[in-house]
T-cell receptor, first 114, second 115 residues
Framework: AQSVTQLDSQVPVFEEAPVELRCNYSSSVSVYLFWYVQYPNQGLQLLLKYLSGSTLVKGINGFEAEFNKSQTSFHLRKPSVHISDTAEYFCAVSDSEGAQKLVFGQGTRLTINP | EAQVTQNPRYLITVTGKKLTVTCSQNMNHEYMSWYRQDPGLGLRQIYYSMNVEVTDKGDVPEGYKVSRKEKRNFPLILESPSPNQTSLYFC????WGRGLTDTQYFGPGTRLTVL
């Protein structure tokens, strides 16, 4: 069975500082990996996804993530954050066996301080 | 505008009073799903549907029912709500369900409180 662990429940950073949100997964088969963002009082929207190919994936709003198969990780990074990046971020996994669901991590709340 | 809509957005009810949360998408998506979001637990899937008249259980289906009579609609039914169903509920849809490589589009959420 798949599972996702987001290692930090909260991450406070200063504006214009770099940030990394960590995500580890477990799965016995090939996986598809996603990062979703939830702004306050809104639904989730896709930031980026890894399906195959290049392990470095670029998404919207300057975010990128790197798929590391040997470490079963898919960490999200941004070199310089803005106040508007304040949100909750969710890592999610589905697998190539056709399981009809996304398995989400617990979420990481990113707070940007001026 | 392509979107997933949910109604109501907020609901306070009492134990045992049947309720329905509606979900509708206008993107002709095959796959629809319901999640609940609880602090510290992320999102957990309740039910999903691969197409009209095809539904299946997710990870936490107890106490919920769904139906998919039309492609665009996927209502969530709580026959006898209990306080442990107090949560934030999201409906989502994607073009296809198999393998779930497609982006899922989420509704704005329904905050349910059961007293």
């Amino acid at each position: 069975a798949q599972s996702v662990t987001q290692l930090d429940s909260q991450v406070p950073v200063f504006e214009e500082a770099p940030v990394e949100l960590r995500c580890n997964y477990s799965s016995s088969v090939s996986v598809y990996l996603f990062w979703y963002v939830q702004y306050p009082n809104q639904g989730l929207q896709l930031l980026l996804k890894y399906l195959s190919g290049s392990t470095l994936v670029k998404g919207i709003n300057g975010f990128e993530a790197e798929f590391n198969k040997s470490q079963t990780s898919f960490h999200l990074r941004k070199p310089s954050v803005h106040i508007s990046d304040t949100a909750e971020y969710f890592c999610a996994v589905s697998d190539s066996e056709g399981a009809q669901k996304l398995v989400f991590g617990q979420g990481t709340r990113l707070t940007i301080n001026p | 505008e392509a979107q997933v809509t949910q109604n109501p957005r907020y609901l306070i009810t009492v134990t045992g009073k049947k309720l329905t949360v509606t979900c509708s998408q206008n993107m002709n998506h095959e796959y629809m799903s319901w999640y609940r979001q609880d602090p510290g637990l992320g999102l957990r899937q309740i039910y999903y549907s691969m197409n009209v008249e095809v539904t299946d259980k997710g990870d936490v289906p107890e106490g919920y029912k769904v139906s998919r009579k039309e492609k665009r609609n996927f209502p969530l039914i709580l026959e006898s709500p209990s306080p442990n169903q107090t949560s934030l509920y999201f409906c989502a849809s994607s073009l296809w369900g198999r393998g779930l490589t497609d982006t899922q589009y989420f509704g704005p959420g329904t905050r349910l409180t059961v007293l």
